[in-house]
């Protein structure tokens, strides 16, 4: 079988490292894909009807998305029309991850938990509401804004100046409307799952770390790490989980008809009154995908077929009992300016130890591997316990060097303080 990966960071090396472990897979394609995808063919299209006449020409079995841009430009509508089999959801199903103020509604229409909020579409209204409302609050721009477009704002003057922000143009169209939520407070968690729309079937729970520094201090980022399982998602609350967000969500789906065949991720806040739903991604998280495919013993190929043709009922996946880690080493700077193309030393070391080092901004210069992004790489490995999970992807980090290399020091310190 043949399958094409759309994307190119740490996220789908991870996939095509964990599909490529299917013996029904022989052949994996992946756009643009990077060089630590071992064995894999590199596809320099971007367009998204070209790349379905590369899937027609080269008879690929199945097509898996990673990033949200090409998911909510409708690639799933593309593909289909053409007969082909991709895991992704519709256009429209897409709207979850692509405008916040869609997920909003959907999500008060359909009873799940998530925090209060309020749609505004000039600067003058958000203005005045937030400052009879005062801090804290968050400030989202509704549309997609690479990871950057919300500011949980402690005071007053953060929120005004986040929504000047919005308003004057920061994240283009993006920003011209801004949800603005009650700051909810707990620990956060992220749920992703399967969905064919029939169907959920929900992977290991896992958390990240979105801020920059050391003790979740600093700029928000992609993700500097990520765990799995959480352990604030106990069982008891597993089962809350499945009552209040995830069988809503599949309830919602089926009412309002979309078509959803792909992936479905729900950031979770774990507050005093139970969980409740930050954000919807319609995709696999970067890099909780790392650290929780890393544990799958299931055939992920077969997972995602089942998806994309609607018989998710025939899947049950099987988990190691290890938990995993995963460590994102970053560009010095980084989510700030950051240099490119210094060279990495010490990758094949880092993997002799046992840990899978997924590439996220690298590119091949000559014989060797240079830095290309701001995340760089994610070392991930698994342990008997979280604190040898943990041991073991810091002794590989310690093997991987370059000019600048930073990288966060206590990954999966809320595990670690919960055993103590
Ligand atoms: P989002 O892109 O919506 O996931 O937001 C990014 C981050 O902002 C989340 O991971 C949370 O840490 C934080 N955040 C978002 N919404 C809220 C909220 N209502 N209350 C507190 N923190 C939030
Ligand atoms: N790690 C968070 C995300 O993928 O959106």
Known sequence: MKVLIIGGGGREHALAWKIAQSPKVDKIYCTPGNPGMKGVETVPITNLNELADF??????????????????AGVADIFRARG?????????????????????????????????????????????YVRCKGAPLVVKADGLAAGKGVTVAMTL?????????????????????????ECLFGEEASI??????????????????????????????????????????TDELWKVIDAQVLQPFLKGVQAEKLDFRGIIYAGLMITAQGPKVLEFNVRFGDPETQAILIRLESD?????????????????????????????????GYPGHYEKGRAISGIAEAEATGAVVFHAGTK????????????????????????????????AVAC??????EYRKDIAHRALERVK
């Not at 000559?366 to 698994?382: C, E, H, M, S």
């Open 55 to 72: 899937a027609v020409a080269n008879k690929i079995d199945l097509t898996m998305v990673g990033p949200e841009a090409s998911l909510i």
């Open 84 to 128: 082909l089999r991709i895991c992704a959801p519709s256009k429209e199903a897409a709207q979850l991850e692509g405008s916040k103020s869609y997920a909003k509604d959907f999500m008060r229409k359909y009873g799940l938990p998530t925090a209060e909020a309020q749609l505004f579409t000039d600067a003058a209204s958000a203005l005045a």
């Open 157 to 181: 003057p953060e929120a005004e100046e986040a929504i000047n922000a919005c308003f004057s143009g920061a994240f283009g169209e993006a920003g011209y409307s801004v949800l603005i939520e």
């Open 192 to 233: 992703i799952a399967l969905c064919d729309g029939k169907t959920i079937i929900p992977l290991a729970s896992s958390q990240d770390h979105k801020r920059a520094y050391d003790g979740d201090t600093g700029p928000n980022t992609g993700g500097m790490g990520a765990y799995s399982p959480a352990p604030v998602v």
């Open 300 to 332: 992920l190929f077969d997972a995602l077929c089942a998806v994309a043709d609607g018989k998710l009922d025939q899947i049950q996946l099987k988990w190691s009992a290890k938990p995993a880690v995963c460590v994102v080493l970053a560009s010095g």
């Open 364 to 395: 091949q210069s000559g014989d060797k591997i240079v830095t290309n992004g701001g995340r760089v790489l994610g070392v991930t490995a698994l342990g008997d316990d979280i604190s040898d999970a943990v041991k073991n992807a810091y002794k």
């Open 400 to 405: 991987i060097s370059w000019d600048g290399m």
